[in-house]
């Protein structure tokens, strides 16, 4: 005997959950259901707790994807401004970081809490911490199996976010289902995520863990400025991450580490001091000390202003300007905030994220191939596709 809705949702995190108390907020008989025991345990430990929810800039060009296009009717239709209104009417205050960037001002149960509230509202029927295992449709219904239940539906909403963070419940399900029902998948990667170096390279910088600078960071063309860290694996911070999503095996990143003090890639050393200095002081007034002094000792540049060549400044301004490096690799979906890459918007309408290979069969969030930047990019595209299928399904 199956338990009959009209609306079943695969993953209750933040598209599901929007999805869900839309789509009961039309009267219609919503089951949301999610194998994890917690209730939208990333939106919890989003934002170092405070929950970056959305950016007041969000708009297409903050997105990859196969098809740039695909994300701006969900992005108009349901706006950042749009979010921001919800949660000023449920008064819960925040505040713009910077770029945009907003963040609750408490914490990120505040949206929780303002999620599950409207859920509960809306008369969704919520069960946590059960598996689905198997999906079916015969003739216009779903039938959606679970390890306790049966339910069937005319209307399927598959949210199950992407690859990251498997601990906290992450899986390829969503991928699954999708190939099952005729759907492609792009490739996926992690994205937004720390890059790593190879044992010589590590070497190089074995010193300079916790150091945490101001740089651009360029590949593959996209370039993005903002705080780098050196970790004890390699590379970490919000420019790093962000070029993280573009970068590919075996391609260069170039790194500016004194962006803000370089002149056409230049430091133009010998303007800022007198020429009996060292090098390394002089190059401490720029960045970090311990970052010059390292970079220093390795170039052979342990001397005076006055005693070096101009080539050796040369290689100088482009060591600290124009830093390329091959990385070997990422920290993987264990780290990484997003997956790149997902199922495909080839078949998906962009008005309200349906099939067209199969009527009443939607995907939302992050398994779909869009891909926010750092920012609360993602979590706009989470709200966005899953409104316009809480308004359809
Ligand atoms: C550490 C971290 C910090 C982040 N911080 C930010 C931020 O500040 N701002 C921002 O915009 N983005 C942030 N992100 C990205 C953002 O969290 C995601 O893009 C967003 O949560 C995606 O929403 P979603 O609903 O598509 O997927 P999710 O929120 O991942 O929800 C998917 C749900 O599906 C469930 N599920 C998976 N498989 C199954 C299955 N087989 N059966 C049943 N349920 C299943 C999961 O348990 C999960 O609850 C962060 C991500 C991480 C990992």
């Known amino acids: 005997m199956d338990l009959k809705y009209d609306v079943v949702i695969v993953g209750a995190g933040a598209a599901g959950s929007i999805c869900a108390s839309e789509a009961g907020g039309r009267g219609r008989r919503v089951r949301l259901i999610d194998h994890s025991k917690k209730f939208g345990e990333k939106i919890r430990i989003s934002g170092g707790g405070r929950c970056n929810f959305t950016n007041i800039h969000c708009g297409p060009e903050n997105f990859i994807s196969s098809n740039p296009h695909f994300c701006k009717s969900a992005l108009t239709q349901f706006a950042s401004k749009h979010f921001t209104d919800i949660l000023d009417t449920a008064e819960i205050p925040y505040h713009e970081k910077h770029s945009g960037q907003l963040f609750c001002d408490n914490s990120s149960r505040d949206i929780l809490n303002l999620l599950l509230q409207k859920i509960t509202e809306n008369k969704v029927e919520l069960s946590l911490g059960e598996s689905v295992t198997k999906i079916e449709k015969t003739n216009d219904r779903y039938r959606i199996y679970t390890d306790i239940a049966c339910y069937s539906c005319t209307s399927l909403v598959i949210a199950t976010g ?17 190939l099952q029902f005729g759907h492609s998948l792009v490739s996926t990667k992690p994205g937004l995520v720390p890059l790593t170096f190879d044992t010589a390279l590590l070497k190089h910088c074995a010193d300079l863990s916790g150091i945490a600078v101001e740089a651009i960071v360029s590949c593959e063309g996209y370039s993005f400025s903002g705080g780098l860290l050196f970790t004890h694996r390699g590379l970490s911070g919000p420019s790093v991450l962000q070029v993280s999503s573009y970068w590919q ?6 790194i500016n580490l004194a962006p803000l ?26 960045i970090p000390q311990r970052l010059a002094t390292s970079i220093c000792a390795q170039m052979n540049l342990d001397k005076k202003l006055g005693e070096a060549t101009e080539t050796l400044i040369g290689s100088l301004d482009e060591r600290v300007c124009a830093w390329t490096i091959c990385p070997t ?40 191939d869009v891909t926010g930047h750092l920012g609360g990019h993602n979590f706009q595209w989470a709200w966005s596709s899953g409104w316009v299928a809480g308004q359809n399904a």
């Not at 230049?266 to 190059?283: C, E, F, Q």
């Open 162 to 178: 992407g690859l990251s963070i498997p601990k906290i419940g992450a899986t390829k399900f969503g991928h699954e289902i999708a």
């Open 329 to 368: 690799g990422t920290e993987g979906y264990r780290t990484a905030e997003v997956t790149v890459g997902g199922v495909d918007t080839a078949n998906l309408s962009s008005k309200t994220m349906e099939s067209s290979i199969h009527q009443g069969l939607y995907f939302i969030g992050e398994v779909i």
């Open 249 to 254: 095996s075996n391609k260069p990143v170039t």
């Open 261 to 286: 003090r370089s002149d056409s890639q230049k430091l133009n050393l010998h303007n800022l001091s007198k020429s009996n200095k060292l090098v390394k002081n002089i190059l401490g007034q720029l």
